[in-house]
Structure formats: structure tokens, C-alpha cells
């Protein structure tokens, strides 16, 4: 790698990492919404409280996802 490549790559890992951050923290917002809205439905009201359920769920997913993603990436990046 030159040091160009070196630096391009740098500059992208430090924007991915500011965007995951975003990303986790836009989720986390969303997630407890989610939970407020949830706590405020009415037994009889099941559909509501399952999608609310299910978007929780996956407002928890997605960073897990991400996160092992770029784990990933950096160990095929370094060639281990």
C-alpha cells in the first residue's frame, strides 16, 4: 500500500466509524420511542404491540450486525 492508499483508507475507516456511531445512536433513539410506545398500548391492541416489538428487536440487531460486519472486514483487510 502506498502512503496515499494508507492515508484514503484511514480517512475512510474514520468516516465509517462516525457514521456507525450516528447510525447506533439514531437506533438507540428509535428503540426507546419504541418502548415508550409500547408501555403506553393497550392489551387488546396486540398488532400494535408485536410491530412495536419486532422494531425494537431489530433497533437491537442492526448495530450487532454492523459491527460484526466491520470485524470482518478488518480481519479480510488484514489478510488473517
Known amino acids: 500500500m ?3 492508499d494508507k492515508a484514503e483508507a484511514s480517512a475512510d475507516a474514520a468516516q465509517a466509524k462516525r457514521e456507525l456511531k ?7 433513539n428509535m428503540e426507546e420511542t419504541a ?16 410491530e412495536l416489538i419486532a422494531l425494537i428487536n431489530v433497533c437491537r440487531e442492526i448495530p450487532r450486525k454492523l459491527n460484526n ?3 470482518t472486514h478488518k ?4 489478510g488473517v
Open 35 to 50: 418502548i415508550e410506545n409500547l408501555l403506553k398500548t393497550k392489551p387488546e391492541e396486540e398488532h400494535k404491540r408485536r
Open 69 to 71: 460486519y466491520i470485524d
Open 22 to 28: 450516528l447510525t447506533t445512536t439514531a437506533l438507540r
Open 75 to 78: 480481519i479480510n483487510q488484514e
Open 2 to 4: 502506498t502512503k496515499k
